[in-house]
T-cell receptor
Framework: QKEVEQNSGPLSVPEGAIASLNCTYS??????FFWYRQYSGKSPELIMS????GDKEDGRFTAQLNKASQYVSLLIRDSQPSDSATYLC??????????FGKGITLSVRP | DVKVTQSSRYLVKRTGEKVFLECVQD?????MFWYRQDPGLGLRLIYF???????EKGDIPEGYSVSREKKERFSLILESASTNQTSMYLC????????????FGQGTRLTVV
């Protein structure tokens, strides 16, 4: 089983819609979870981190963590064309590795 | 602002050469990472280091080694470059391993011919 799986993409949503990005992980010892955004030709940058079960909101972004089901998701409300990028989930496992998913490409149509 | 600087943006090397990729961070971070990024494969961890002179293998360490003689510098070494090591290499650093953001360098596009 792969350590982290992201829902297949690419994902295309109209401007103003909610984009939902999902990620599952296999390491039950994982403690820290992150969502990174990567624009084409650029390096990843952190947009959200979440450490405990439940929701965490930051502006238009909401991260959701469910450790029992081993998934983490990212909701982007009122999607904007500037949100078009690749989104990478990542987690720090019990062995302290920072592991990334393959990423999902989001396209927001004007 | 945290700054992670990689020594080269683009690099072209010949098969069999020994290649050094350098990474320097200026925020006294404990941890440093080397990843490679390939289309369809995402970011894959090569090696990481949580302290000076300490290193841990990541998911794809074969054909690579690392060196961390000083806290701010983490070097990735391709012992004998091969064409399948053509990739984008990304260095990152973080304050602690568990709960803090990793900051990335600008990346090095390595082509092995």
């Amino acid at each position: 089983q792969k350590e982290v799986e992201q829902n297949s993409g690419p994902l295309s949503v109209p401007e103003g819609a909610i984009a939902s990005l999902n990620c599952t992980y296999s390491d039950r010892g994982s403690q820290s979870f992150f969502w990174y955004r990567q624009y084409s030709g650029k390096s990843p940058e952190l947009i959200m981190s979440i450490y405990s079960n439940g929701d965490k909101e930051d502006g238009r972004f909401t991260a959701q963590l469910n450790k029992a089901s081993q998934y983490v998701s990212l909701l982007i409300r009122d999607s904007q064309p500037s949100d078009s990028a690749t989104y990478l989930c990542a987690f720090t496992g019990a062995n302290s590795k920072l592991t990334f998913g393959k990423g999902i490409t989001l396209s927001v149509r004007p | 602002d945290v700054k992670v600087t990689q020594s080269s943006r683009y690099l072209v090397k010949r098969t069999g050469e020994k290649v050094f990729l350098e990474c320097v961070q200026d925020m006294d971070h404990e941890n440093m990472f080397w990843y490679r990024q390939d289309p369809g494969l995402g970011l894959r961890l090569i090696y990481f280091s949580y302290d000076v002179k300490m290193k841990e293998k990541g998911d794809i360490p074969e054909g690579y080694s690392v060196s961390r003689e000083k806290k701010e510098r983490f070097s990735l070494i391709l012992e004998s470059a091969s064409t399948n090591q053509t990739s984008m290499y990304l260095c990152a650093s973080s304050l602690t391993l568990m709960n803090t953001e990793a900051f990335f360098g600008q990346g090095t596009r390595l082509t092995v011919v």
